[in-house]
């Protein structure tokens, strides 16, 4: 089952799956800066485009096509897409 995400107004958008019973979703971020939250750890990979990632308590960090990063279980992070949108795929590593 697919299940299809809108946030910040259509900003940042993503198709969730479920594949080998593990979580996750890919999806597109429009130029800009967004806040989010995690509840469970979860691991993202650049598709296409870039990303600038401020994981909580950390600084400023770029993110080319191909790289990865995780983000901590009940935490939070800030992502930049500029230049034009960014593709990802976030695998939730948690239960």
């Known amino acids: 089952m697919l299940k299809h995400n809108t946030y910040f107004e259509g900003a940042v958008q993503s198709v969730g799956f479920e594949r080998n019973n ?7 971020i429009a130029p800009g800066e967004y806040h989010f939250g995690t509840a469970t750890a979860e691991r993202m990979t650049v598709i296409s485009g870039e990303l600038r990632v401020k ?3 950390s600084d400023w960090r770029s993110y ?3 790289t990865a990063f995780e983000i ?6 800030d992502v930049q897409a500029s230049g034009g949108p960014a593709a990802y795929l976030c695998e939730f590593l948690g239960a």
Request: no cysteine; aromatic share 6%; glycine share 16%.
């Open 72 to 77: 901590p279980a009940n935490s939070g992070f």
């Open 64 to 66: 080319a096509m191909g």
């Open 22 to 28: 593990l979580h996750a979703t890919v999806g597109v």
């Open 55 to 57: 994981l909580d308590n």
